[in-house]
């Protein structure tokens, strides 16, 4: 019959009198600290979570739109429709124009010397019959669809200056807070192909002309640098696959 043996334990944490003697003595090692479980704290409910301003601006349009069919918080609702209102007026104010404007001579002062301060006009003195003024017109126009914060005018360069030269044509000026700000004559001044991103590459080697009413100031020159060195980074290649092709065809 086999033995059985019982071993007896206190609760944990527990000592006899024995032990705290022994302990005294430097016997025993000190005796652990009773285990004491966590404090409870439950989880926290997202829903009773106040929807301040913070919390506001850290969400998505489309997640507060399906919140606001959701929660009933009238605090989330007003915080809500303060931002959606902010953004339309936002919207509202920013200045689009994205084409290239016709104007006379009595236009002019109205049209761009007038202009907003925080808009840059884009004026092209032009004569309709000119290949050159074409061309340039057809790159100004791409750059209007381009960057519609940025106002394109055209005009007939008799009628804004009197006795204007035709061997001038085509003709930039650029005007910001009424005052002109660089000027472009002649067709040369924008490379041997003139190309959209050349003229681009131009206008804005000082000033942040082009703007696609995304980003301002310093921040939009930057953008739009950059777009025009990735786009003449991509023809160059694509110009030197199809020379390749050509050679390996021959």
């Known amino acids: ?4 043996h019982y071993v007896y334990k206190d609760i944990e944490g527990a000592s006899t009198q024995w032990d705290d003697i022994q302990r005294k003595l430097g016997n025993l ?3 652990p600290p009773p285990f004491k479980p966590p404090p409870f704290m439950p ?5 009773a979570k106040r929807r301040d301003k913070s919390w506001i601006d850290s969400k998505t349009e489309e997640e507060l739109e399906d919140l606001e069919d959701d929660i009933g918080d009238d605090r989330f609702l007003e915080e809500y429709r303060k931002k959606r209102l902010a953004k339309m007026m936002a919207a509202a104010r920013l200045v689009r124009f994205g084409s290239v404007i016709s104007i006379s001579g009595s236009d002019f002062i109205q049209e761009v010397s007038q202009a907003p301060p925080e808009v840059w ?12 003024c074409e061309l340039l017109m057809r790159c100004l126009e791409e750059l209007a669809r381009r960057y519609p914060a940025t106002k394109f005018v055209k005009i007939i360069s008799t009628d ?17 807070n009424g005052a002109v700000k660089a000027n472009y004559v002649g067709l040369q001044c924008f490379g041997r192909g003139c190309t959209p991103e050349g003229v681009a590459l131009v206008l804005c080697q ?12 310093g921040s939009s020159r930057k953008s739009v640098l ?23 065809s021959d």
């Open 121 to 132: 006009v884009v004026v092209i003195l032009y004569k309709e019959g000119f290949p050159a």
């Open 1 to 4: 019959m086999a033995d059985y």
């Open 206 to 217: 000082s000033n942040p002309v082009l703007d696609d009413g995304q980003s301002g100031g």
């Open 29 to 31: 090692p000190a005796k």
């Open 43 to 47: 989880a926290e409910d997202e829903d």
């Open 160 to 176: 804004c200056i009197p006795n204007y030269p035709d061997y001038n044509l085509p003709t930039v000026l650029v005007y910001n």
């Open 226 to 248: 950059g777009q025009v060195h990735q786009k003449l980074t991509q023809k160059t290649a694509a110009d030197h696959e199809d020379d390749d092709d050509g050679s390996s």
